[in-house]
């Protein structure tokens, strides 16, 4: 069990992470390629992914174990910051500081013994106790891993990830201005449960976390599953990071045939609408149509994998996907962030 110690000044400093972490997605989506649950999310990703590495995973395994506790340097953050995109976080693993390093992959060794891990053969194997002895070459030879491990699994998805976070983070904006940061922590997915002043979270080990008026950043993650994931370090700035909601059809998954259903102006007018997110009744609304004509477009649209939708409370809340967004905005590709 987690459980966070919640203030009336920390509650007054909950925020919502404003993207994707794309260092956390990384380390995450490495759990996830090791882990045979969640096929339908993650099975196709998986297939595709592993053909485009290149020993990658191999090399990464003895630093990020299959599961438990991995180095929080892996996962750089800093106050009041927002999320790193991917190159500034490596630079910010780059500087991790040589002493940080060693006391992590010290914890790292109370649970991977050292002598199980590979020893010294490939030039390109990342030995978790040559890291830790502070030298720039092994720092370096991990971070190149890490780029192309992030390269071939993460990066042609990311806008796919991006849509996913986005999505949550409207679903959770709805419930800050419904209700205050109260029905914002209340809302979290089921794993997680708002008792003030304690949050408390499924863990595999028993944790207590206390914020100290420093707030928490709320961060969804497309590869985080079952629990939450917080940093070992409680001096570090607090964040809890809490899987997405997936939606029951592959995420990764071509179109299907539905898309020659999308003709006419009014379900143009549903697609635009559907823009910066809506729920059922606003969309109505908007396209001025019928609540159920504007449920019955929604449906189509989702079916077509344009649109995402995720409940709140008695209503539900629709979003546009990457491939949604590119429609509307006539087919401009979406940056990576």
């Given at each position: 069990m ?8 920390d ?10 972490d ?7 989506s490495?759990?996830?390629l ?6 339908t999310?993650f ?23 299959p599961?438990?506790y ?7 953050s800093?106050e ?10 490596m630079e910010?693993l780059?500087d ?12 790292l060794a109370?649970?991977?013994p ?6 010294g ?6 030995r ?5 002895e ?12 890490l ?11 990311w ?6 976070v ?8 709805r ?12 809302t979290?997915?089921?794993?997680i ?33 079952g ?5 070992r ?21 071509e ?6 259903r999308?003709v ?5 007018a ?10 059922t009744?606003?969309?109505a ?14 449906c189509v649209?989702?079916e ?5 939708t ?5 209503s ?6 990457p491939l ?9 590709p979406?940056?990576?962030s």
């Open positions: 987690l459980r966070i110690h919640v203030s009336g000044e509650l007054s400093r909950v925020r919502m992470a404003a993207r994707p794309a260092m956390w997605e990384t380390v995450l490495f759990h996830r090791r882990d045979r649950r969640g096929s999310v099975g196709e990703w998986r297939k595709e992914s592993r053909t485009r590495l290149n020993g990658e995973a191999r090399l990464l395994s003895a630093i990020v174990p599961r438990g991995f180095p929080d340097f892996l996962t750089p800093q009041g910051a927002e999320p790193f995109g991917f190159d500034t976080g910010a780059r991790t500081p040589a002493d940080r390093i060693h006391g992590e992959i010290a914890l109370e649970n991977a050292l002598a199980r891990w590979p020893s053969g490939s030039t390109g194997t990342v978790p106790e040559v890291l830790a502070g030298r720039t070459e092994p720092l370096g030879r991990l971070i190149s891993t780029r192309a491990y992030h390269r071939a699994a993460v990066e042609p998805y806008p796919h990830i991006r849509a996913s986005e999505a949550d983070r409207a679903l959770r904006g419930a800050l201005l419904d209700g205050g940061a109260d029905e914002l922590l209340a979290l997915p089921p794993m449960r708002w008792r003030a002043p304690l949050l408390e979270a499924d863990y595999p080990v028993d944790r207590e976390l206390h914020l100290d008026g420093r707030g928490l950043l709320l961060q969804p993650s497309y590869f985080c599953r629990t939450p994931v917080v940093y370090d409680p001096l570090l700035p607090p964040v809890l990071v809490y899987p997405v909601t997936h939606p029951r059809a592959p995420a990764f998954a179109p299907g045939p539905w898309l020659g999308l006419g102006h009014t379900r143009s549903v697609l635009r609408a559907i823009d910066n997110g809506c729920t009744s606003e969309l609304r908007r396209t001025g149509v019928s609540l159920a004509s504007a449920s019955q477009h929604a649209l989702r077509a994998g344009l649109v995402r995720l409940r709140h409370g008695s539900v809340l629709h979003t546009l996907t949604g967004a590119a429609l509307l905005r006539g087919g401009a979406l940056a990576l």
